[in-house]
Nanobody, 131 residues
Framework: QVQLVESGGGLVQAGGSLRLSCAAS????????????MGWFRQAPGKEREFVAAISRSGGNTYYMDSVEGRFTISRDNAKNTVFLQMNSLKPEDTAVYYCAAAQAGALRTIVVLTTGYDYWGQGTQVTVSS
């Protein structure tokens, strides 16, 4: 069994903050979470799923979509098999279902930005930003 479970979504006013968490569990991740590059994606109603942020296996390399650069921060705790997305200065256009994903990666600094590059996905958590 492989599970990625997101939490921390909710309703927030524009300008507010939320912190999303994604906990990995199951035989695949129990001792090998640090072998996976992780990413966050989002999907708004009627739109395709889009890349938001990614982090390398060690956490030493990160990458963001332009519209969230400087407002969102991705991080990970390999001891707790968890990846986070700190979202500040939220805007109504950030409203979407947010998904975390895991990609088996060989190199320590590998970043994965394409949906097709990911092996496992969570079920998503809703983030709604009111104006």
């Amino acid at each position: 069994q492989v599970q990625l479970v997101e939490s921390g979504g909710g309703l927030v006013q524009a300008g507010g903050s939320l912190r999303l968490s994604c906990a990995a569990s199951g035989r695949t991740f129990s001792s090998t979470f640090s072998s996976y590059a992780m990413g966050w994606f989002r999907q708004a109603p009627g739109k395709e799923r889009e890349f938001v942020a990614a982090i390398s296996r060690s956490g030493g390399n990160t990458y963001y979509m332009d519209s969230v650069e400087g407002r969102f921060t991705i991080s990970r705790d390999n001891a707790k098999n968890t990846v986070f997305l700190q979202m500040n200065s939220l805007k109504p256009e950030d409203t979407a279902v947010y998904y975390c994903a895991a990609a088996q990666a060989g190199a320590l600094r590998t970043i994965v930005v394409l949906t097709t590059g990911y092996d496992y996905w969570g079920q998503g958590t809703q983030v709604t930003v009111s104006s």
